[in-house]
């Protein structure tokens, strides 16, 4: 069975990109109002793990309580296996697998692998801001 994707060109493939860099940048730096703002002012993200924030006011709360933790450690986002696919209302469905290294006192650690899909909007002027993002924890494949 073959499938047809609209092409995406380079230039839309490395504009994506430089997005997530930016983005991964603000939150690996805790810059969690800068992070907000690449998202939609309704932006929502369902996480791993069943929790759901609805807009950047929540999604800057729930990121606060979550700040303690990360106060000793360097994170960095990896992401690969970037799937961009154009939809008919000029948004962007993106997925990509997602991994997130740390740095402390007692060396590296990888946490667990992702899968994400978010939907990206461009703005009217010009920007691409996420709508809505779904956060998977991966798992082996069922046989």
């Known amino acids: ?70 106060r000793d450690v360097s994170t960095q986002h990896w992401f690969g296996q970037l799937l961009i696919e154009p939809m008919n209302d000029g948004s962007l469905e993106i997925s990509y697998y997602t991994l997130v290294a740390q740095t402390g006192e007692s060396g590296l650690s990888l946490q667990p692998a992702y899968t994400v899909r978010d939907v990206l909007v461009r703005e009217p002027d010009g920007r691409l801001l996420t709508r809505s993002r779904s956060i998977r924890r991966s798992t082996p494949a069922q046989r």
């Open 1 to 70: 069975m073959s499938q047809t994707v609209a092409q995406v060109t380079g230039d839309l493939y490395a504009e994506v990109q430089t997005f997530y860099a930016r983005q991964m940048r603000r939150t690996d730096a805790l810059d969690i109002e800068g992070f907000a703002d690449t998202f939609t002012e309704d932006g929502e993200v369902t996480h791993a793990d069943g929790g759901r924030t609805r807009g950047r006011a929540e999604m800057i709360a729930a990121m606060r309580t979550r700040l303690p933790r990360y």
